[in-house]
Structure formats: structure tokens, C-alpha cells
T-cell receptor
Framework: EAGVVQSPRYKIIEKKQPVAFWCNPISGHNTLYWYLQNLGQGPELLIRYENEEAVDDSQLPKDRFSAERLKGVDSTLKIQPAELGDSAVYLC?????????????FGPGTRLTVL | KQEVTQIPAALSVPEGENLVLNCSFTDSAIYNLQWFRQDPGKGLTSLLLIQSSQREQTSGRLNASLDKSSGRSTLYIAASQPGDSATYLCAVFTGNQFYFGTGTSLTVIP
């Protein structure tokens, strides 16, 4: 079974430029999460989708960040314009909420460097 | 708001030693607790998941326990190996959100 797929793995951009990250969750998983992880810290939730609905986006900086999950499968996270402080690892995870375990599985992440 | 703490932040042990990593959380109303491993530059790999009704889970040399009433979980690693060197994170699931600790960075010295 394929795991959570993310692309690109690395991205270097100049500040004020736009950037987009893509995530394909595990097949059949109805819940998708985008996290931000700074060095030495645990992941922090940006947005959570259940199917195609964003059910928790309270931590998403909506002035510059946006996300979509069309058809309730893969998802895109966008930053426009990027700032220096956005340099971090962006992690995508998925789970099957409603099952007994609700175990979360992560992709490899996208390391963003804003110059 | 749920807060998750992991102590120590870093741990260094000689190969072969048994060790315990700690995770504490402030709100006992959790659905489950999950332990992850993260290698440098990589994503998180799920190690063990304990449901709120369970006391422990085992996988190979790993054993995770859960004491929900006291807000604590431990990850026991037996006979540590250099390949166990990584950052270990715990996360609690409240039914709608996961809360992560900051992790314990483990180094196993050959």
C-alpha cells in the first residue's frame, strides 16, 4: 500500500514569491491534515479536512495561506506571498476517522526555504 | 487547550541499554495516543497507537504504556541500537485534533 505522497520534497524561493505544495493521502483515508513543523518543535496543525470540507482551519494564516482538497482526495497548500518566517517543513498526514484506531500517517514533508 | 510535554528533550545512551521516554498531557479526555519516530529531514513514522481504553501496546523491542487518569505515557525501548537514534514524538488525539509534544532526541552510542 502506498503511503502519503508529497511534492516537492524541497523548495527554495525568494520572499514575496508564491509557492504551492501537493499531497496525495493514503487511498480511502477521509481525513487529511496539513502541519507546519519548525526545527526542534512538534508539528502544528494548519488545516484539517474531512473529505472535501475544511473542518478546522483556525490556525491557518488566511491572509497569505490557502488550501483546497478537491473531490476529497489530494490537496494543495499555497502561500502567497511567502515571507522569511515561512521557512519550515510542511507535513501532510491522513487518517481514516470513524474507524476504531484513527491512526495518523505522515508523508515525508516539503522543506521550504524562503530567502 | 491540551498541552503535551516530553521530557527529557535529549537523551544519550550506550548501545544495549534499556530506556524510557516520557510523555505527559494536561487533559485526560483523549481518544488515543500515538508514538512516532522522526529521522532527520524525514516525515513521522508511526510506531505504536494506544486507544484510551488500553493500558499498553507492544511492537518488537518497543512497549508503550498509557495512564490516562494521570495524563502520562511512556515508551520503553529494550536493548537499544544505534539505528534507534532519532527524535521520538508523542501525540494525543482528542476526537477532532492531534496535539504533539516537542519530542525527545535520542542518540544511541555504539
Amino acid at each position: 500500500e502506498a503511503g502519503v505522497v508529497q511534492s516537492p520534497r524541497y523548495k527554495i524561493i525568494e520572499k514575496k514569491q508564491p509557492v504551492a505544495f501537493w499531497c496525495n493521502p493514503i487511498s480511502g483515508h477521509n481525513t487529511l491534515y496539513w502541519y507546519l513543523q519548525n526545527l526542534g518543535q512538534g508539528p502544528e496543525l494548519l488545516i484539517r479536512y474531512e473529505n472535501e470540507e475544511a473542518v478546522d482551519d483556525s490556525q491557518l494564516p488566511k491572509d497569505r495561506f490557502s488550501a483546497e482538497r478537491l473531490k476529497g482526495v489530494d490537496s494543495t497548500l499555497k502561500i502567497q506571498p511567502a515571507e522569511l518566517g515561512d521557512s519550515a517543513v510542511y507535513l501532510c498526514a491522513s487518517s481514516l476517522v470513524g474507524q476504531n484506531r484513527n491512526e495518523q500517517f505522515f508523508g515525508p514533508g516539503t522543506r521550504l526555504t524562503v530567502l | 487547550k491540551q498541552e503535551v510535554t516530553q521530557i527529557p528533550a535529549a537523551l544519550s545512551v550506550p548501545e544495549g541499554e534499556n530506556l524510557v521516554l516520557n510523555c505527559s498531557f494536561t487533559d485526560s479526555a483523549i481518544y488515543n495516543l500515538q508514538w512516532f519516530r522522526q529521522d532527520p529531514g524525514k516525515g513521522l513514522t508511526s510506531l505504536l497507537l494506544i486507544q484510551s481504553s488500553q493500558r499498553e501496546q507492544t511492537s518488537g523491542r518497543l512497549n508503550a504504556s498509557l495512564d490516562k487518569s494521570s495524563g502520562r505515557s511512556t515508551l520503553y525501548i529494550a536493548a537499544s541500537q544505534p539505528g534507534d537514534s532519532a527524535t521520538y514524538l508523542c501525540a494525543v488525539f482528542t476526537g477532532n485534533q492531534f496535539y504533539f509534544g516537542t519530542g525527545t532526541s535520542l542518540t544511541v552510542i555504539p
